[in-house]
């Protein structure tokens, strides 16, 4: 009977991943990044795909298996949102049934359905698991990673070599994914001879790994960036770092969506922005702290009985090294450090988390009843981002950039005495969405207009026409607010401004 329902419990965690993951898959249209997932799976061949992606000096060019996969998966499903986004779904599946494996091999049954439990509401992980991006797919594979890597915690040799093959292949694997597993990779190489002491198998599990991984390190030393981090296009911060990490944390324990949108906290009010949100913020302050506290003290109380010390030291140097590897990177390259820039360390996280209640303390201790309150609070935090999940799905401040509504209302207004132009966004999600004559011609235009004389320059581009239709995608990305109405009141009245979730279109008529 126990074993019917705990097969039972595992069966409901899998309904609640695959429904989480796939509900309202197609509601948000494809935003900006989401673009330039389209845009760099294009090409005809494996081939083109590659080259564009490699000759693209920016982000994406150190993440490249995602746009090859999304080639093929497009060329399989098709172009809907709902095919585009469901390759990313699916691998949030598959990354809970991972970490549901890894779980009970270390831990056991209990640990293990806690730890897929929490993964499979993460509003962290269902975000990504529904966003054409690679995130969903980097995160399973440093899941994988972690799997095969437990074969040394058990000290398995039964197929010894075979799990070393199979990690070095998958670590390798997981560097064409992304710059972004070397560091988790070499968090858990440095983690590894820290805690367990052994020069000779730390040596045959990775050197098989470096091995495998040369021609990606190769690659990545060769880069332009390797000699100059902050030559690569990324998004850039005016935020002090410790800020960024606090984020960091915040997003991957419940999500971006669970306190203030973020449009909101690009002002500068954001800290008024925060502090309305209190009561949801204190909350999560003393669920971290009920759990860290619970946590410290199961890994520092010495007892020589507890049968995965060792590992409690790996997952937690784990998660250490990683963030200090991850707050340098930050630090180097000047990126915008956000949540998804550290997906690894979801992982680790996921996996110690039930730690905190899981050691059979005697009834009625300091100990015991800590724990337990440890335990309620897990209850919360999964909870907590139950409720970040619905705001993601159903509140519209939460929404993703709203290109499929820009685009029906420039079909529904345009005519052949009004053009509309694109100042600032993705040219290919227009496209995708059936608009082919809004003007945007890439760098060449953007040179032209953004600068002084907007208006002069706007009405050169479109042929002095009567009206224009200006749309801009992330307006704090083109120039202060209010700028373009500034800037174009030379020539223009402004006679309508429509707004959807970081997207707007003015209409602007011009002055007689």
Known sequence: MKQSKYYFAIFIIIIITIFMRFYLLQNQSLWFDEGWSLRLSDGTSFQEN????????AGDKYQPLYYLLLFYWRSVFGDSEFAIRSLSALLGVGSVITIFFTSLRIYGKKHALWSSMIIAVSSFGVFYSQDARPYALLIFLASLQIFLFTHIINQDNSNKIISQVLFGLITAIGMFGSILIVIFSAALCLSHIIVYRNLKQWIQWWATAAVFSLPMIWFYLSSPAASDPTSTGVTRSGLPIFQNAMFVIYGILVGTSYGPPIEQLRGDDRIRVVLSYWPQLLLLLIVITLILTALLINLLRQNDSKKNQRTNYLFACLFLISFVFAFIFAEVTKINWLPRHSFYLFIPI????????????????????????????????????????????????????????????LLQNQDKSAKSILLWGEPRLLKYYGDSSTLYAGSKILEKVKGKNLAEKVSNITNNVDTVFVMVNREFFWGPKGAIKREMSDLYNLESETSWPYVKIYKFVKKK
């Open 50 to 57: 590659l080259s564009n992606i490699i000759g693209r000096e």
């Open 350 to 409: 996921i996996i110690i988390i039930p730690l905190a209640f899981s050691e059979n303390y005697q009834r009625q201790t300091k100990l015991y009843i800590l724990s337990q309150f440890a335990k309620i609070a897990t209850v919360v935090l999964i909870i907590m981002n139950i409720y970040s999940s619905s705001k993601y799905y159903l509140q519209k401040d939460y929404a993703k950039d709203d290109y499929r509504s820009a685009v029906q209302y």
